[in-house]
Structure formats: C-alpha cells, structure tokens
C-alpha cells in the first residue's frame, strides 16, 4: 500500500515538472511509508524513495517504513539532506510542503542543496488522501463506531454540577477504553453561554438546568480519525432552543442529501447555508459546512461557499452547520459521511433528535 501512494505523490509530483520531492511532515510522511514515530525525512525521486530518521528509530522504521529505503544517521531533519548529494545537482527541481517547512529548514534545505532549486509545492499534497480505500473506510468506520459509543456512555453522567473538563476527560477516556488510538483533536465540550464558541476547549465551568451543552470530537484507528458533533440541552428545552435546533438539523440534513460524486462542495453548503438563511440566522453561522477527513483531521474535499471541489466517490467528509449566538449558546450537529458511487452513506449512528437530560 505504501508503495502505491509513493507511486500516487510521484505522479503528481511528475505533473508538476519536479525532479524530486523532499517531505519533513509526519502526517504525509505516516500516510506514505507507515511511519509512526516523531522524527523523520522523506525523499522521493523519479525513481527513487529515501526514508531517513534517526537511531532512536532504527528498529520501529525497519519495522513500519514500506515502500522506501530507510536510512539511519545522527541528524533528524533537512540537514540530513548533505548525505544526499546524489541528489544535488545543479538546477534540479526538489519540491517542498511550504505549509510545513519552517523557515530555517528551507534555509538549510538550500544551505545542504546549494545546486538545487527548492520549489512551494502544496498542489502537489492538495489531494493527498482524499479519496479512501476499502481498509481507509474500514478504519474511519470503526473510529466513528468508537465516537458514538463513548458519546452514548458519557450521556449518562452529563447533568447539573459537573464540569465541563470532567465531562471532556470521561469522553476521551471512554473513546481510549473502546480502542481509540489518541484523540483526533482537542476534544470540545461547550455550555451555555459558551456554547456559542464553535472552537471553545472545555473549563471548568458547570453545568446548569436551562444550558445548552455541545461535544465536538474523534476517535483514531489505524491512524484514521472521525469527527462527530452533538447538542443537548439541561433539562427541558425551552422554544428558541427546539426552532434553532430544529432550523441546524433541517440544514444538515438538507446539506447531506445533494453528497454524491461531481457535486461541487459549495453545492452541499449551499443547500444548509439558504435554510439558515431564510431562517434569519445567516449571520450566525460564519464557517464551512464540512470538510474531508481521513489520515488528517482536515484534508479535501471542502464545504464551503466558494468551494469548487468535486467529491469523488469514497471521498469521507463532514457535515456540521451550526448556528451561533453570543451571550445565549450554539448548536452544531456533525456526521461524517461517506461519498458513495451513488449517494452517500451516513458513518455515525448517534441519534439527532434533540436531547433534554
């Protein structure tokens, strides 16, 4: 499998007219060789891929590291590249992620190089991972699987009095106990007024009757990552927070009907976003719809309005409208879903029916 995504960036790399690519991020360089540790460089050629990591890897890379000769030397990043000089030839092509080379690496990248030309390469790694196949599908599956349970358990000790933190350390706790590798990203647990934060951490704040309460996060397996949200009320729900959970799950629902391939990912926002809209709530929902999911917690394709991204068939991509408030709370509700040959496949569970705890 490594080998056939090295073949894949190869390609692409190859359209681009690059001699080579030299890659220093570990999420691209896991998602190509297998890698799991915390220090390593990839270089990939027309014909060639060089892993190289340090001796504190040597076993773990020997084990993992597929579809790449791995090499074992004392520097652990760009610098290493002066024990390439194969590869340094004048007015060479070597592209780079510019999202993720520091500036001192590109310096030293150049310093070790001083023959090659280094090249943003971005559009290269724009695609990386999109489109899933069966064991990738297989894995957000079992990790959305994981979500909804821990999210069922926890259901249980959410009540007045208990903080926010408690609440967030029990849901990752229970997503671990079921087989989750690691959290997918800062777990949120939101209330009442901060509810309206659609990116709030959770404090230490307590819950009280009358709040809204929303849980944002993930579960990993084999690396793979879901991402679900959920919104409950304290207590009975009063009739501004039925309508606007009503108007976000109507949006959602209507942005998860028109996922099948060709459809741009501005097509899927538009169709929630007019809903919010027309509700007068337009100006209290400020992100994308959604966006795809898989080895990274955000990769393509995205849902936004000036997305022109079409969705491909096993594309995994979240769906998560919300409508924000300051000073009174905010609801989002998010499932992943899978882009099917014809239509698409909903990955959670989780009931959406408005909660009163």
Wanted: glycine share 8%; proline share 4%; hydrophobic share 35%.
């Amino acid at each position: 499998m490594s080998r056939k995504r090295i073949d894949e960036i190869r390609r692409e790399m190859l359209k681009s007219n690059l001699d080579g690519l030299v890659i220093n991020h570990l999420d691209f360089i896991r998602y190509l060789t297998g890698f799991t540790g915390s220090a390593a460089l990839l270089i990939i050629t027309k014909n060639k891929a060089d892993f190289i990591s340090d001796f504190r890897y040597k076993e773990q890379s020997a084990k993992q590291v597929k579809g790449a000769k791995v090499h074992i030397l004392g520097k652990r990043s760009t610098a290493a590249l002066e024990d390439f000089p194969q590869y340094n030839k004048k007015n060479a092509r070597f592209g780079y992620p510019a999202s993720y080379l520091s500036v001192t690496e590109l310096n030293t990248f150049k310093e070790k190089w001083k023959n090659v030309i280094p090249i943003p390469s971005d559009e290269v790694f724009k695609e990386l991972g999109w489109v899933k196949d069966k064991d990738e599908v297989s894995s957000i599956s079992k990790a959305c699987e994981i979500a909804d349970i821990a999210y069922e358990r926890i259901l249980n000790i959410v009540e007045p009095g208990i903080r926010e933190s408690e609440i967030c350390a029990e849901l990752e706790y229970q997503m671990q106990m079921l087989g989750s590798e690691k959290k997918a990203f800062e777990t949120i647990v939101v209330s009442g007024y901060r509810s309206a934060m659609p990116h709030g951490s959770a404090s230490h704040k307590k819950l009280k009757k009358g709040d809204l309460v929303t849980f944002d996060f993930g579960a990993t397996v084999n690396g793979y990552v879901s991402d679900m949200t959920r919104t409950v009320v304290i207590g009975k729900a009063t009739a501004k927070q039925k309508k606007i959970y009503n108007v976000v799950l109507k949006a959602q629902k209507a942005s998860i009907s028109k996922i099948k391939p060709g459809v741009l990912g501005k097509t899927v926002d538009e169709a929630g976003r007019k809903i919010i809209k027309k509700a007068g709530y337009g100006k209290n929902f400020g992100h994308g719809t959604g966006h795809g999911i898989g080895f990274f917690i955000h990769v393509g394709p995205n849902l936004s309005p000036v997305s022109e991204d079409k969705l491909k068939p096993n594309n995994v991509i979240t769906v998560e409208p919300g409508i924000y408030i300051p000073g009174w709370g905010g609801i989002r509700i998010e499932d992943d879903v899978l882009v099917t040959k014809t239509g698409n496949r909903i990955l959670n569970k989780s009931p959406k029916k408005l909660l009163e705890l």
